[in-house]
């Protein structure tokens, strides 16, 4: 006798998944894996240097973020256009020691949040830069932050 007679055979009753890797979707009942990224800059970097680190970080974890998107090209360079505005504008009107920014994807739209400016979002005739961040959301706002000053978000479809 063998132990393969001895041991009934072993039968799978829970579901499985057939798609595997980084587009799977989450087992029912088990929380998924969050797509976001978040940076922060201290002040001695000056817009031009936020600009520039914000957007190579963000540059480099993007694509991972971005895997499952469809068109996560044309996404990828309107995320890093509109980022690019926004962390140079609260760059310039820094409300706090630091600057923060957030980069989420949620399936159906990336959204960016940039904090703390001093101010409320002045418009475009001001900023030119917010002519393209305009062109490219199908939202963007602003809230009070807890340290006191704005965080601006804005919202980039991801159509399919």
Known sequence: MTI????????????????????????L???EVENS???????EHDS???MRRA?????????ALLACSPNANVVEEATLAVLTELVDITARRRASIDLSGRVSYDGEHVLIAVGEMDQPLPG???????FIVHRMVDDIGQYRDDGGGYATWASIPVAS
């Open 48 to 50: 031009v240097q936020s």
């Open 4 to 27: 393969s007679d001895v041991m009934p055979q072993l039968r799978v009753t829970s579901p499985t998944f057939a798609t595997v890797g980084p587009c799977a979707a989450a087992p």
């Open 29 to 31: 009942g088990l929380p």
């Open 124 to 130: 475009p005739e001001e900023e030119p830069g917010l």
């Open 55 to 63: 957007r190579g970080f963000v540059a480099k974890v993007l694509p």
């Open 37 to 43: 990224l978040e940076f922060r800059l201290g002040p």
